[in-house]
């Protein structure tokens, strides 16, 4: 059984949780227990067993697809207050392919057990409508995802990345590798590190080692 | 209103009709209407009002996103038997993506009018599960589409593409334009002009006007 610090997130995050009978609350609550990932954990892949379903308490965790030559490619990331169904897809029939899912930063999460919340979403319409929702809410994600890797020049998706994230990290300097930069717009690290070095030529940013520090966000804004 | 069959096809397709009222199941018919598009005709986009539900009766429709710069990638196609709610993706408040839907034969098919389903799948949550269960199965196919696009290489995307399209023609003749397979399989029509005339010299296709006939299968399924 969870706390009742736990219980009331729940009761908030599953927005169905009116509709449902005494005993099903009961199940849920009883099959739901806090996790907490560490950074860089891989919490979930396509070759593991279906892991449930996360509320996502603190940190953030990323969602991405991996290539039989381990290219991997963001979908999007999950954040305090997400909800996450499609770590628990293999109860949701009309989900038919496998996202993977790290940390990227120490995480604690609910985790909601997977038979419990397939019984749930297979006896009640309501608890199914909000797992399609949010799917669905994560198709427009991955869609956007999609259009900026497959539409977007390498200039244009370096250039927005670099402001998005220094945007988050709520100053100039970003600390991320070239690699990462690769696996979160889609592109190749040998290509990011080429862009980052014209950037760097045309005094729009300096690197140092595992970090980047945008020194004329004007002249970046511009590739926009 | 709408004849005898197109009515019983309705029943068929839309999975919920038993747990519909008689008012629901009226105000379905009363705004249904049999729709006639040719070959090429551009159906829906982004630019355009909201579309309706569509329902295939025969030939073949073509779902894709388009950049800015008018280039297309094929997300999926739909056959007689599909139903397509994406076309009416501004009733559903959890797609927030656009795409576009074009005729690519002569197709009949029965088209919902938006308000009459926007109002029974807010009515009704076996209306709104069905249309969430629609888009998500499509979210599977994109999924497996951009995948191909993002991971496989050129040789492996076209070779797999030419074999498909002669599966489905039921011979070896492909009628098909190097734009139209650019279209299909995410790349530019340089690029498969250049991967087909590979192709070409080692012996695997012969190419005509608007046509492609593959004379080696087995060495294509090389590429597999």
Redesign the interface.
């Known amino acids: 059984m969870i706390n009742i610090e736990n219980q009331k997130l729940i009761e908030k995050y599953l927005t169905f949780w009116e509709k449902l009978e005494a005993t099903q609350k009961n199940l849920l609550l009883n099959n739901s227990a806090e996790k907490v990932f560490h950074k860089d954990d891989s919490i979930y892949s396509a070759d593991e067993e279906c892991l449930g379903v996360l509320l996502i308490k603190t940190g953030m965790l990323r969602v991405f697809?991996l290539?039989?030559?381990g290219?991997e490619?963001t979908l999007y990331r999950l954040y305090p207050g997400d909800t996450c169904v499609l770590s628990a897809s293999c109860i949701?029939n009309?989900?038919?392919?496998e996202v993977h899912i790290a940390a990227e930063l120490d995480t604690e999460a609910i985790l909601i057990n997977i038979a419990a919340f397939g019984k749930v979403a297979n006896e009640n319409?309501?608890a199914?409508?909000f797992s399609?929702?949010n799917?669905?809410?994560r198709?427009?994600e991955?869609?956007?995802a999609?259009?900026e890797?497959?539409?977007s020049s390498i200039e244009k998706r370096l250039a927005n990345y670099l402001l998005d994230q220094s945007d988050r990290a709520g100053g100039d300097k970003i600390k991320v590798t070239h690699e990462q930069i690769a696996k979160d717009i889609?592109s190749a690290r040998e290509v990011v590190s080429r862009m980052l070095k014209v950037f760097q030529e045309e005094g729009l940013i300096e690197q140092g080692r595992g970090k980047i520090v945008i020194i004329n966000e004007k002249g970046l804004e511009k590739f926009l």
Chains 1, 2 share one sequence.
């Open positions: 697809i290539s039989e030559d290219r490619v949701l009309s989900i038919n392919f319409v309501y199914e409508n399609l929702r799917a669905m809410e198709f427009s991955v869609m956007f999609i259009e890797i497959l539409f889609g």
